[in-house]
């Protein structure tokens, strides 16, 4: 009788154990909003003449983003750092459009080629247009209030280019405060999680979700140091989309 007793107990318990679980993971994945977060790809051919190589010699370099709107007609704008547009219009320049690709990958890895929107160097926001988007998104918002210092946040993103179907990768880490960047009016927001190359562009939510940044800069003696533009200067961009 003890036995079966404790055998009843222990269901019980694994059935609670499963159900709270359950709940969390998802409650989790709403606050990554997955299904928004892409890989960003630039894509160059470099010089080659024929008597040095046979074949195309082409030079990748990753971001991250958010898909922040979509219309009615499937057209896409995606949230990134402003100075990986800044290379990719360089890029233009010096080689032109034949050999400079921009693609994004969603969570399906399904790839789009993408557009240069708009861009903005002083508060590293830029926003690509991608059309005919066929991958369904969540509604992001921007946060209200103020960060706290010391308030636990979340980072997702494609750091390194690590980026697979279903997979996206997601960071805890803390807000530290503000800085100003040699002008007093010049503020950004310090932020401690691990970053590195392909981490730019990636969003920052809150625990509710909520959009508070982006990675701009991170320091490459120390990458769990990184700046992100502030919400007013996000929201200044994001306020027509």
């Known amino acids: 009788m003890k036995n079966l007793v404790f055998l009843v107990i222990l269901i019980i318990s694994s059935c609670i154990t499963h159900i709270k679980s359950g709940s969390f993971e998802n409650k989790r994945d709403d606050i990554f909003h997955s299904e928004n977060i892409v890989k960003i790809e630039f894509v160059f051919m470099k010089e080659c003449s024929e008597d040095k190589c046979k074949t195309n010699q082409f030079v990748k370099t990753y971001g991250s983003g958010t898909i922040i709107n979509k219309d009615i007609l499937n057209t896409v704008s995606v949230l990134t750092a402003a100075h990986l547009c800044y290379q990719y219009s360089l890029s233009i320049k010096e080689r032109g459009k034949e050999r400079s690709i921009l693609k994004i990958y969603n969570n399906k890895m399904e790839s789009y080629e993408a557009t240069i929107k708009d861009y903005y160097l002083k508060d590293d926001i830029c926003l690509l247009k991608v059309i005919q988007y066929d991958g369904e998104i969540e509604k992001i918002l921007l946060r209200e209030d103020a960060i706290v210092p010391g308030e636990e946040i979340f980072n997702v993103g494609a750091p390194t280019g690590l980026f697979s179907y279903n997979m996206v990768n997601r960071f805890r880490g803390f807000y530290a405060g503000y800085i100003a960047l040699g002008d007093p009016n010049n503020l950004k927001n310090v932020f401690n999680f691990p970053a590195v190359e392909g981490s730019s562009g990636s969003p920052i939510f809150d625990e509710e979700g909520l ?21 007013p200067e996000l929201r200044k961009v994001l306020q027509f989309e």
């Open 211 to 231: 959009l508070i940044g982006i990675v701009s800069m991170f320091s490459k003696d120390f990458n769990y140091i990184i700046l992100s533009p502030t919400v």
